[in-house]
């Protein structure tokens, strides 16, 4: 079964540090991008930005470069979002989703799989 | 960036009724377009990818058109099981903009 699975809910103050985890089994994990969407309380999805585990080719949506950062561990098939410096602002539903088709040219297209969400709360 | 508007923000019907949601892209996306069924608590489900191809195992009374700027889910006979918040996204550029999501509900 191919399927995506996310590291635990954490609970941060500000201006902690925090690396959240998806790690992918059931297929290639060298051969497909995995993305993560943010979902703030009550908001929609926000496409954050991809990464191509076989050569850690990463992109970052534009509104979030500097501000997190993405990358993989190709030999334990699992790819990471991290923080240097939480704000309240990051508190949020985070998704890893893996697309439907293995292309390195074009991201691979719509986002066929999903993980179950890492829940992140940052509060003083 | 490319922008993604949906319309309408919320929709209420009925068991049984056809319905329409709309995705417009600010500049072309060819057929660079999926759609989404998001239930509270649960991760997004893909519905729809490359404008109109349905997802395996989702039932065909989803369907999706539309190229270029202008795109529709349509439901042709609504179900208690989609009443959900549904989100179209594009995949043209290396970027993958969500709209901001329509909520079907009970009417």
């Known amino acids: 079964e191919v399927q995506l699975v996310q590291s635990g809910a954490e609970v941060k103050k500000p201006g902690e540090s925090l690396r959240i985890s998806c790690k992918g089994s059931g297929y290639s994990f060298t051969t497909y991008w995995i993305g993560w969407v943010r979902q703030m309380p009550g908001k929609g999805l926000e496409w954050m930005g991809i990464?191509?585990?076989?050569?850690?080719?990463?992109t970052y949506s534009p509104s979030l470069q500097g501000q997190v950062t993405i990358s993989a561990d190709k030999s334990i098939s699992t790819a990471y979002l991290q923080w240097s410096s939480l704000k309240a602002s990051d508190t949020a539903m985070y998704y890893c989703?893996?697309?439907?088709?293995?292309?390195?040219?074009?991201?691979?297209?719509?986002?066929?799989?999903w993980g179950q969400g890492t829940m992140v709360t940052v509060s003083s | 960036d490319i922008q993604m508007t949906q319309s309408p923000s919320t929709l209420s019907a009925s068991v049984g009724d056809r319905v329409t949601i709309t995705c417009r892209a600010s500049q072309s996306i060819s057929s660079w377009l999926a759609w989404y069924q998001q239930k509270p608590g649960k991760a997004p489900k893909l519905l729809i990818y490359?404008?109109?191809s349905l997802e395996s195992g989702v039932p065909s009374r989803f369907s999706g058109s539309g190229s270029g700027t202008e795109f529709t889910l349509t439901i042709s006979s609504l179900q208690p099981d989609d009443f959900a918040t549904y989100y179209c996204?594009?995949?043209?550029?290396?970027?993958?903009?969500f709209g901001q999501g329509t909520k079907v509900e009970i009417k």
């Open positions: 989703a893996r697309p439907i088709f293995s292309d390195y040219s074009t991201y691979g297209g719509a986002f066929e799989i």
């Open positions: 490359d404008a109109s």
């Open positions: 996204q594009q995949y043209n550029t290396y970027s993958g903009t």
């Open positions: 990464i191509y585990p076989g050569n850690s080719d990463t």
